[in-house]
């Protein structure tokens, strides 16, 4: 192994220590507990390593927002039935994207709440928001009626999702009845294929 090859597996191993160290934070305290100073000491390094990674918390902020929008893909990927119910895939796919915010409260807003560096649908977006949104792409577009967009078709039902499950987590809409406002979500956007 050249000492190039092993100083970029080394770069690589600091930047995932450091990333998962910012989620770890976040999630037991929140990402106000998250700054530079208390990320070198949890991994033992100084700041300007730090530095040398990421230009701040905000760039840390985007590369977990990253992480989660592959995690969520995965996740979304799995709950998609096989079966071609255009209702029970919207169904499956609302489940696990609010399970998936649920379980992960800080990483969610790290993908969707706090503003980060990301270009978010454009070409130039991370292959992992891409894969994000095409995971609901698969579900919605047989939905789609002639003349409708798929892609903001897409849109609407992320939008739908996400509001239900902000507006939930903030104690806006009460907990209890999220399923049935979810159900009431994958009933209208399938009306019109029945």
Do not use: C, N
Not at 75 to 94: H, K, S, V
């Amino acid at each position: 192994m050249s000492i190039q090859t092993r100083r970029e597996r080394e770069r690589g191993e600091r930047e995932r220590l450091i990333v998962t160290a910012a989620r770890e934070l976040a999630e037991a305290e929140g990402w106000d507990a998250v700054t530079t100073r208390r990320l070198a000491a949890e991994i033992e390094y100084s700041q300007p390593v730090l530095y040398s990674h990421f230009k701040g918390k905000d760039a840390i902020m985007a590369a977990v927002a990253v992480q989660g929008f592959a995690e969520l893909t995965a996740e979304l990927r799995a709950a998609r039935p096989a079966t071609g119910d255009a209702r029970a895939a919207l169904a499956a796919i609302g489940e696990a994207y609010t399970a998936f915010a649920r379980r992960r409260p800080a990483l969610y807003d790290a993908m969707f709440t706090h503003t980060v560096d990301l270009p978010f649908a454009t070409p130039g977006a991370p292959t992992a928001l891409h894969e994000a949104f095409s995971e609901l792409a698969r579900v919605v577009e047989p939905i789609a009626a002639d003349g409708d967009d798929p892609s903001l078709l897409t849109e609407t039902f992320w939008a739908g999702l996400h509001g239900l499950v902000t507006l939930m987590r903030s104690g806006r809409l009460p907990e209890h009845a999220h399923e049935t406002r979810l159900a009431l979500l994958v009933d209208h956007f399938t009306a019109r294929t029945d």
